[in-house]
């Protein structure tokens, strides 16, 4: 099966795969995961203050959000946001609803992470004279981030891979292109094969990017 | 006139009344020590007086400025506590700043003061209570003696008018114990005012102005230090002071 011909096929197209993932698949996860952990942090805030009408509706998102499939969420907004007249492009919507998506999850991880902050904290800021805000930014946020952070990164990964879901909205990233030269060649096995791989590096990196993210947000004196 | 006033304080948890009609008066350069068995409300006390409990009803006097404790405008709170220092039995030092950072915090980001002007005033205090050569270390790298101390120099950095101690030693073992009593020490002989509700009776005689027991969410008894060990009126602080072997 890998004759001369598949090597061939591999090495060419290599490139060509790669060129999507570098151009659309990582760019996708990229931008969905700031604008997620962004849209994570507020609805966490927004739970952690008790807020009242705001908090039941935080909630009502991350019921509906991680009780549907990512893939029906897609198709919803593909065929729905055109009938309520807004048309963007395939990638523009895959960004929107990965961020949805990941945003829901993200709430949960960085509420809890905040929750793990001490109270004591928190009163002992206002006891200085800080107010609420002050006390999330320069205390509460550090710390839940840095404990959320690993998490946050696991999501990252998943979400890196979940873009293949995206070519189901015809947005053309590393896994469609792929079959698009696979279709080409007849030759499909060898280019699954080689488009794990990347998928495989790409996360490989990420691990790593990890590692040394949390070496640089220390651990405030602990384990040194 | 009195600095700080507290009249017919009221609170309750659900169904417990944990203070029925507590008041107090502080003068200026006054040490009040709060005595009294676990669950008689001295806690509930300082916390309600600081606003981290909201009393049920009640009258605060602070610098000739009369509130309904009851009805705190969220104005009135943060302008109350610009003036005042609060001291916690299990410190809450900012886990993830320094023992500087701690102390300039309240400095740089609730008063606008500039960094290296904060920073000098919580070096300052810092080297008072003995912490100079700790203020880059992590609160996770230092003892609880040594926590507590940055917490008091976290309080002093603000240039309060009082300082509210809520059972500063008791997380701390003997000789951690004697090291922060000695910092306190030294702030009630420099004039601070302060309110300590504390289980260390000897630093109670020693240290304070006035004694203030309380027992099931009311004063017993109060007076002045001397009087107040040398000649208890109450059967209930008698009992209390034999019972600590005083």
């Known amino acids: 099966m890998f004759n001369e011909k598949t090597m061939e096929l591999l090495v060419s197209s290599f490139p060509k795969i790669l060129e999507f993932g570098l151009k659309v698949t990582l760019p996708l996860a990229a931008t969905a995961f700031v604008l997620s952990t962004i849209l994570g942090v507020l609805v966490a805030m927004v739970q952690y203050a008790k807020t009242p009408i705001l908090s039941q509706f935080c909630r009502f998102y991350i019921w509906i959000i991680r009780g549907t499939p990512l893939l029906v969420q897609l198709m919803v907004a593909f065929y729905g946001l055109p009938l309520l007249g807004i048309h963007s492009n395939p990638f523009v919507m895959a960004v929107i609803v990965f961020t949805i998506n990941e945003g829901a999850y993200s709430a949960e991880t960085m509420r809890a992470a905040m929750e793990a902050v001490p109270a004591g904290q928190l009163e002992a800021g206002y006891c200085v004279g800080m107010n609420y805000m002050q006390i999330m930014w320069h205390i509460i946020l550090p710390q839940a981030f840095r404990t959320a952070f690993p998490s946050l990164f696991n999501a990252l990964i998943s979400m890196v891979k979940d873009t293949s879901l995206a070519s189901s909205i015809t947005v053309v990233e590393m896994f469609t292109r792929t079959k698009q030269i696979a279709g080409q060649s007849y030759n499909y096995f060898p280019l699954y094969i080689e488009v794990a791989f990347i998928y495989l590096i790409f996360c490989t990196v990420l691990t790593f990017l990890q590692k040394k993210g949390e070496e640089f947000l220390g651990s405030y004196g602990i384990r040194k | ?246």
Do not use: W
Not at chain 2, 201 to 226: L, N
């Open chain 2, 1 to 246: 006139m009195a600095l700080l006033e507290v009249n017919n304080i009221h609170k309750s948890f659900g169904g417990n009344n944990v203070l029925k009609g507590v008041s107090l008066k502080v003068e200026k350069g006054d040490v009040i020590s709060v005595l009294g068995p676990s669950g008689s409300g001295k806690t509930t006390l300082l916390r309600c007086i600081n606003f981290l409990e909201k009393a049920d009803g009640g009258e605060l006097v602070f610098e000739d400025k009369k509130y309904d404790l009851s009805r705190m405008s969220r104005a009135s709170i943060a302008e109350i506590r610009m003036h005042t220092g609060f001291v916690f039995q299990n410190y809450n030092l900012f886990a993830n700043k320094t023992a500087i950072q701690n102390v300039t915090l309240g400095l740089t980001s609730a008063r606008r003061v500039a960094k290296d002007k904060a920073a000098k005033k919580a070096m300052g205090v810092l080297k008072k209570v003995g912490m100079g050569d700790y203020a880059d270390y992590y609160p996770s790298q230092l003892s609880g003696g040594q926590q507590q101390r940055v917490a008091i120099a976290r309080a002093l950095a603000t240039d309060p008018k009082i300082i509210y101690f809520d059972e500063p030693t008791s997380a701390l073992d003997p000789q951690l114990t004697a090291e922060v009593l000695e910092v306190m020490r030294n702030l009630a002989r420099e004039g601070m005012t302060m309110i300590v509700v504390t289980h260390e009776i000897s630093f109670a005689r020693e240290v304070s102005t006035k004694v203030m027991f309380m027992a099931d969410g009311v004063v017993v008894e109060e007076g002045p230090a001397a009087e107040f060990f040398e000649n208890p009126q109450m059967e209930r602080t008698k009992e209390f002071l034999r019972l600590t072997g005083k």
